[in-house]
Structures are given as C-alpha cells and as structure tokens.
C-alpha cells in the first residue's frame, strides 16, 4: 500500500522560507516520477515542481529561482525548498507519484502553507 505523508507546511511572513517534506511508504521514489502540486481556494490544482525517475527537474513558471524540488533516494524522502516566498504562494501543498504500468497517481493528504503580506 503507498503512502505519502507530507509535512513542514506553516505560517511565514513573505521574503520567508519553508521545506516541506514527503516520507514515502510502498512506493520508491528514486524509480518513480514525482512533484509537488499545490491548490489555492477557489483555484485548481496546479503543478510546482516535479522530477521524474531520472532526476530531470521541472517547475512552475511562478516558482523558478526560489523552489527546489529534491529528493533523498536513501531516506525515500522528497522535499520541497521554498524560499522567498509571496502571499501568493499561500495554498494546500500536495506531494504527488506516479507508479505502476498504469502510471497511477498517488497523494498525500496534504499541508497548508500560509504566507502573510
């Protein structure tokens, strides 16, 4: 069973930074594609960060220069360096991999990152 449990979301004031992390259980990281999404109130669900099995990284227009996305092949730990951060970036922060032959989505249940103005 595949289990991804994210934390490290909070409160930060703009111009702060955040790492949230993803602990994986039933899914390898290092041999799966895996992302960061996020979800605004009121907006969709929209992709931050991802990096696929094979270590090619790929971010948000909006989050270039100030998010990284990294992942610990020896801890199956994916996370999420946020720095600089704007109000903008206030939303439900998801991790996210994909697995299988069916290439099936799994989530975590997610963690709320606030940043105030």
């Known amino acids: 069973q595949v289990r991804l449990v994210e934390s490290g979301g909070g409160l930060v004031q703009a111009g702060g930074s955040l790492r949230l992390s993803c602990a994986a259980s039933?899914?390898?990281?290092?041999?799966?594609?895996a992302g960061w999404y996020r979800q605004a109130p009121g907006k969709q669900r929209e992709l931050v960060a991802a990096?696929?099995?094979?270590?090619?990284?790929n971010y948000a227009d909006s989050v270039k220069g100030r998010f990284t996305i990294v992942r610990d092949n020896a801890e199956n730990t994916l996370y999420l360096q946020m720095n600089s951060l704007k109000p903008e970036d206030t939303a439900v922060y998801y991790c996210?991999?994909?697995?299988?032959?069916?290439?099936?989505?799994?989530w975590g249940q997610g963690t709320q990152v606030t940043v105030s103005s």
């Open positions: 990096v696929t099995s094979g270590g090619i990284t």
């Open positions: 039933g899914i390898i990281f290092s041999i799966n594609d």
């Open positions: 996210n991999a994909i697995a299988g032959l069916l290439r099936r989505y799994y």
